[in-house]
């Protein structure tokens, strides 16, 4: 079974510029989460999908950030416009819906570099 | 708002040496408790987690943790360290996020480094 996968690995914009990230969850979890680590501080929480619909959405930071997930399968993150302050590691999570365990599988993470 | 303390920002530690990396919690119901941990260039991996019960949680790789309700503690344990556990352990609570599903809230992170 693949695990969640995250596309690019790294990136480096410069300010002002348009990112998007993409998460592929693990087949059939209906969970997606997006999180973020800003360098020196905790992963914090930005989103939470269930299929194609946002649960909640509390932690995104601002209206530069959109996340979606069309068709309840892969989700993208877009920046824009990209500031200093959002770079980061940003990493998702999922996770399946009636297994009891609750266990978030992580990606791997996007190191974004904002220049 | 729950909260996660990871007071060790770093620890070093001998191969074959016992380690414990320690996590309090503030949430102000029953904690659903995490332990996490990333080395570089992977995601993070679960080791293990409490939900509810045996307060005594065994975790994969030899890693153990305790959860002690009246120190809000879940710290983090492992008799004898090997050099592969060389890694960033992180701590978290999770916290209701639509219907049974749970957002997580992350401590700082204790970085382990483990010397031959």
């Known amino acids: 079974e693949a695990g969640v996968t995250q596309f690019p690995s790294h990136s480096v914009i410069e300010k002002g510029q348009t990112v998007t990230l993409r998460c592929d969850p693990i087949?059939?979890?209906?969970?997606l989460y997006w999180y973020r680590r800003v360098m020196g501080k905790e992963i914090k929480f930005l989103l939470h999908f269930v299929k194609e619909s946002k649960q909640d959405e509390s932690g995104m930071p601002n209206n530069r950030f959109l996340a979606e997930r069309t068709g309840g399968t892969y989700s993208t993150l877009k920046v824009q416009p990209a500031e200093l302050e959002d770079s980061g590691v940003y990493f998702c999570?999922?996770?399946?819906?009636?297994?009891?365990?609750?266990?978030?599988?992580f990606g791997p993470g996007t190191r974004l570099t904002v220049t | 708002a729950q909260s996660v303390t990871q007071p060790d920002i770093h620890i070093t530690v001998s191969e074959g040496a016992s380690l414990e990396l320690r996590c309090n919690y503030s949430y102000g119901a029953t904690p659903y408790l995490f332990w996490y941990v990333q080395s570089p260039g992977q995601g993070l991996q679960l080791l293990l987690k409490y939900f509810s019960g045996d307060t005594l949680v065994q975790g994969i790789k030899g890693f153990e943790a305790e959860f002690k309700r009246s120190q809000s503690s879940f710290n983090l344990r492992k008799p004898s360290v090997h050099w592969s556990d060389a890694a960033e352990y992180f701590c978290a609570v999770g916290a209701r996020s639509g219907g049974s599903n749970y957002k997580l809230t992350f401590g700082k992170g204790t970085l382990l480094t483990v010397n031959p």
């Open positions: 087949s059939g979890h209906d969970n």
């Open positions: 999570a999922s996770s399946q819906v009636n297994r009891g365990s609750y266990e978030q599988y």
